[in-house]
């Protein structure tokens, strides 16, 4: 399989993650590991946003990217989001219902493919991966105790906070979108 430009840089995204993680557990042996971390987690979601101008902008749409882009996409922040969970950022039941969405929208579309039907992702779902990012990229920015003490990054983590509730409302909403907008696809055919 020959992989155009916009498929290689969502591989690229796949490989930042565990640096990702790396970088973000390696507290106590690297300096700024808190920065650096968020520098490449900020990196990975830029990376998500170039692939998918560059496919549709020459035309290099293929079934790889559009099966590797989401999920990558996906593991980036559901990553991310759980690490925050495990220090003390944010809170468990946030992440649960944003992985159950995942989980149900997966499953909508596996039943929509079943039946032939392609249903791209809304305007709401876009908005709330963006938010989520966000929410993720202030979050880890001060996810060093000892920096959350100054006020310019206290300001970030508020940013963060207000980002999670915002992301958390349209994690929800896009979810009853897409069930309503497409709820023709659990219909049986007999």
Request: charged content about 15%; hydrophobic content about 55%.
């Amino acid at each position: 399989m020959k992989m155009n430009l916009p498929n290689r840089i969502t591989l690229f995204r796949v490989i930042l993650i565990p640096i990702f993680v790396m970088l973000l557990m390696a507290e106590d042996r690297i300096p700024y590991y808190s920065f650096i971390a968020t520098a490449v987690f900020g990196l990975a979601c830029f990376s998500d946003f170039l692939d998918g101008y560059l496919a549709r902008k020459w035309n290099l749409v293929t079934t790889f990217g559009k099966f590797m882009d989401p999920l990558a996409d996906k593991i980036l922040v559901i990553t991310a989001m759980i690490l925050l969970v495990e220090m003390h950022m944010i809170p468990a039941v946030v992440v649960a219902i944003i992985m159950a969405r995942e989980f149900i929208i997966s499953g909508f579309r596996m039943i929509a493919s079943d039946k032939g039907v392609v249903i791209a992702a809304g305007y709401i779902g876009k908005t709330k991966t963006v938010f989520q990012m966000l929410m993720c990229i202030f979050l880890l920015a001060t996810s060093d105790a000892y920096y959350r003490q100054y006020m310019f990054f206290k300001f970030f983590y508020y940013l963060g906070i207000i980002c999670m509730w915002i992301a958390l409302v349209l994690t929800i909403w896009s979810l009853v979108d897409y069930m309503w907008r497409n709820r023709q696809v659990l219909k049986d055919t007999n």
